[in-house]
């Protein structure tokens, strides 16, 4: 995983984090700004799907529990397509995704999301980091609380963004990166516990 967070303006915020928030999920504030990340995944051979995947995620809150949520959401499989949606209510949708070394594009329905280039550093501690985190989503009248955790070996990255301004990405462009990382080696377990209505 390629991760950068951003402090991007609350008045930017597209209206499918609204959208897509389970009731009482709001995003977390500061000064104006919400944290929102930008991902783009790659789930190698071992994973149960092998496919990519570019995500924008808010951190959000219900009350004083911290979640995410995910307004945009696009992969190159419509295995994980189907899957997000119909377990998580995560509302997955088609992109082309290509890669190579350290460049990437994005395409969605015929159009740019995304690129990027990254610049990977050193470890950012020994070993193994591990990490909890539980999304919140609403899709199609269903709403889904899913606990998953994580761990990997974290190193800091430069990463370069561009968001092109016809893309359905536009608002990250109003967003000031704060920092970036790669997650190598990354496991991710889904769904340790779920609350759906």
Do not use: C
């Not at 536009?170 to 790669?182: D, I, K, N, Q």
Request: aromatic residues 6%; without cysteine.
């Amino acid at each position: 995983m390629l991760l950068t967070v951003f402090a991007l303006p609350v008045a930017a915020l597209p209206p499918e984090l609204e959208q897509f928030s389970p009731d009482g999920v709001v995003p977390v504030t500061l000064a104006g700004h919400a944290l929102v990340g930008a991902a783009l995944v790659d789930y190698a051979p071992g994973s149960v799907v092998v496919y990519g995947e570019l995500l924008v995620s808010a951190l959000t809150r219900r009350g004083g529990r911290l979640m995410s949520t995910l307004p945009h959401i696009w992969v190159d499989n419509p295995e994980s397509v189907a899957g997000g949606r119909e377990l998580w209510a995560i509302p997955k949708g088609l992109a082309d995704i290509q890669r190579s070394g350290d460049q990437a594009t994005v395409d969605v329905d015929g159009r740019r999301a995304a690129s990027l280039t990254a610049s990977v550093g050193r470890r950012l501690l020994p070993g193994w980091q591990s990490f909890s985190l539980t999304t919140a989503q609403k899709l199609e009248g269903r709403t889904a609380l899913a606990t998953n955790a994580a761990r990997a070996h974290a190193r800091r990255a430069r990463i370069e963004w561009e968001f092109p301004a016809d893309g359905p990405l536009a608002y990250m462009r109003e967003g000031r990166p704060l920092m970036g990382f790669e997650l190598d080696r990354m496991g991710i377990s889904f769904g340790l516990s779920v609350q759906r209505s």
